[in-house]
């Protein structure tokens, strides 16, 4: 079955950076849209970034314009999210998904079909 395996995330000062990857293994990653999602306890998932399928075309939600950055590496199966300027409300689960089409919308969840089991990122003060 499809993985999605996220690494990478851990525990960081403010200010601070981290680079999220995500293996992708069993599709054909070239194929597939990808997005970051996160999820802090006690909120809804939310959207990241995304970044289509050569890699050409990135979005990001307005609270991580200017800090993150969304790659991917179609040889590797592999896509990354570098933060950076970290701040403590940057704290979450980190999850990567893939999606076929972006039909529904890049920044909704329904949008994608597979997702990984997340990495927890930490931003202390």
């Known amino acids: 079955q499809v993985q999605l395996v996220e690494s990478g995330g851990g525990l960081v000062q403010a200010g601070g950076s981290l680079r999220l990857s995500c293996a992708a293994s069993r599709l054909t990653f070239r194929d597939y849209h990808m997005g970051w999602f996160r999820q802090a306890p006690g909120k809804e998932r939310e959207f990241v970034a995304a970044i289509s399928t050569s890699g050409t075309t990135t979005y990001y939600a307005d609270p991580v314009q200017g800090r993150f950055t969304v790659s991917r590496d179609n040889n590797k199966n592999t896509v990354y999210l570098q933060m950076s300027n970290l701040k403590p409300e940057d704290t979450a689960a980190y999850y990567c998904?893939?999606?076929?089409?972006?039909?529904?919308?890049?920044?909704?969840?329904?949008?994608?079909?597979?997702w990984g089991q997340g990495t927890q990122v930490t931003v202390s003060s």
């Open positions: 998904a893939a999606a076929s089409t972006w039909r529904r919308g890049y920044r909704y969840n329904s949008s994608y079909n597979y």
